[in-house]
């Protein structure tokens, strides 16, 4: 029986205001990641990064919000989605698991609103209702019951929804906003039925989020509600128990006088009270969207934190004097070169801003999915950057290792290459992402390392690119993950991308200084290898930050490989680094050949190898590089055999039209130690295993499997006289095969969900 552990979850987070929750109890950050929500504890101080993905949802989750419970062993979790559902997780000893599944919204769910003393839940969605649901605890079930759907009119669909009790007699006020220039506020009554109050004005914008405290931790305190809009400003409402009953009638000329000179009055009407709602505030300061606000409250202050797409998480409190509202704290990314191409990860902004339980630290969700954390320093009164995690924000459509293993190579649809490696210190070890070796303006569909300091990737465009590795990131690996430099070529400082321009462009200190000497510079003042070595100290500050990784790990670009006619679907290097194989999708003959190129001097090695007439979806060299195999579209392998004299050309030696019944999506080589033996993986549920014997193939194991396969490779060696073969297939299902090599008996494990 095999035995597994997760290691390392890299997962970017999905750009939703309302799509993230720091806890109060456990401390576990969750967010929403495609179509699962991670959960992530960021003051763990060894830094393990994501702990767990709940799966479940058939659609992007849109909104993530904790629901305490008196039980700290059993939290519970909502989620949002696109799939029109919200999920009822409870995190307890066990894995965490599904409890229920709210439908009736009939479009996507944006926002979710709790309240944990009389166990509400609200949900705003995209078919342009609030419905509001009870969730009742019974021992260990979970009963969910749908009280009310709210049409909000105006018609809008609602981005934000808030809910919170006020008064001392069990009221409950609700505030909606979203596609319009309003927040509609709404309060329960006798019945716990949701009555239209107030509908407050002001904003020129969409409303993107909402937020609302006590002012005070005193019982029977005001509330503020804070709305933020696309217009850039923030205005804050006040919420108090009117006192109109107090007022003796001789003074009605006056309380009219009052009225007149102030701001509109809203009456709340609550069971027993009726409440005062007021305008309080107008907060400017950001220059663009904002996208989150979130009130928090402690023994001495009211803060707000608002996060804007200016690339800003600003800090907002009440000056004690004056009682004018101030920006005291503005944090995130301050650039020369905001406004400018997308490429340096400059533009794009902050999607969310959260307070940690304690108020002591701040994390906010940036364009690439990463997550940045600052912590309050309380011997210095600052905010110091601590380490974040990050990840992809769309489909990763292909990873490679080092040679040796060192590191893992990532690409994907969001169009970046990501380079991650384990941070080893003492007895303490945890993966990060270390490097973005390419930023690119095309969606990236394959890569493959060669050699130690050099990576091919294609991507939806005609040609290929090569990277070496600069000198900057080289030294980083050294200092954090104990990987020694073990080129003897002279490597580049740095790289950077021209303005308008794809290609990473290699540069040295001495040039960057000497184009500011003459006023071109591409770059900031300071240069990238100045960055990672001297004014980053690794073995102190960690792995790079998200501004360091987007802007100063790039690898130079080294050549450019022509020849295909179309979008690049394949490549693949050989283990000695000579040779690399390359295909491009296709629907003819011409098109569906692979071309090698030999890396000494990048020419092409003619003619191209012809065997399919579909695109190839999958390259793979033996581990002796004799031979080379590729699978199709067309649903057929072919397999070419590598000339001994020439040791560049390699002509086809086998082939089979009819491997699988429908296309093949992956191919991969096993161990030596097992003979000439590949494996091939298909949409028609099936991993094959072929043996080359006697100058002929026979397939002498088939695993047949639930659902498609789209990849499949093999552990680099035989243990214990047994291949293991791991197949992916595209439920995200992991699967872990044992084949002995004699018999070929196969025992599948499945790998459990990282719950």
Known sequence: MLDFEHEYIAAGGNRHPSAADWDAHTGLLAFGADRNVALWSPSDSVQPGIRYLLSGHDGNVNAVKFFS?????????????????????????????????????????????????????????????????????????????????????????????????????????LAAAGTKSVVQVFVSSQTGLFKPQATLTGHEGWIRALSISQETASVGSDLLLASASQDKYIRLWRITVSKQKALNKKNDSLRVFEEFLSNKRHKLQGTENTYLLTFEALLLGHEDWIYTISWHLNDQKLQLLSASADNSVAIWESDQSSGIWICTTRLGEISAQKGSTTATGSTGGFWIGLWSPTGESVVSLGRTGSWRLWNYDKDQDQWTHSIGISGHTKAVTNIAWSKDGDYLLSTSSDQTTRLHAAWKRQAISSWHEMARPQIHGYDLNCLDSFGQTQFISGADEKLLRVFDEPRATAHLLEELSDIKIVSNQELPDAANIPVLGLSNKAVNSTEQDQDRVNGHA?????????????????????????????????????????????????????????????????????HAVIRLYATKDWREIKPALAAHSLTCTALAFSLDDRYLISVGRDRQWAVFQRDEPSKEIYVLKHSNPKGHARMILGGSWAPLEAGRVFATAGRDKAVKLWKISNEEVVCVATISMSTAITAVDFAPKVLGGDLLVATGAETGEIVIHSIHVDSWVVISTSIPDPT
């Open 69 to 173: 419970t008196q039980h700290r062993l059993a939290q519970i979790i909502l989620s949002g989605s696109v799939d029109k559902t919200i999920r009822v997780w409870r995190l307890g000893i066990s894995n965490p698991e599904t409890v229920a599944v709210l439908s009736g919204h009939t479009s996507s769910v944006n926002c979710l609103a709790v309240n944990s003393e009389v166990k509400f839940i609200a949900s705003g969605s995209a078919d342009a209702t609030i419905k509001i649901w009870r969730l009742d605890f019974e021992q260990e079930h979970i009963h969910c019951e749908l009280l009310q759907t709210i049409q909000v009119s105006p018609r809008f669909f609602p981005l934000a929804v808030v809910l919170h009790g006020i008064g001392t007699n069990g009221d409950l006020v």
């Open 522 to 590: 591409d770059i900031e003042p300071e240069t990238s290898f100045n960055l990672l070595t001297n004014g980053h100290d690794a073995t102190t500050q960690g792995p790079p930050s998200e501004d360091q990784l987007a802007r100063h790990t790039l690898w130079p670009e080294r050549e450019k490989l022509y020849g295909h006619g179309y979008e690049i679907s394949a490549v693949a290097a050989s283990h000695d680094g000579s040779i690399v194989a390359t295909s491009c999708k296709a629907s003819t003959l011409e």
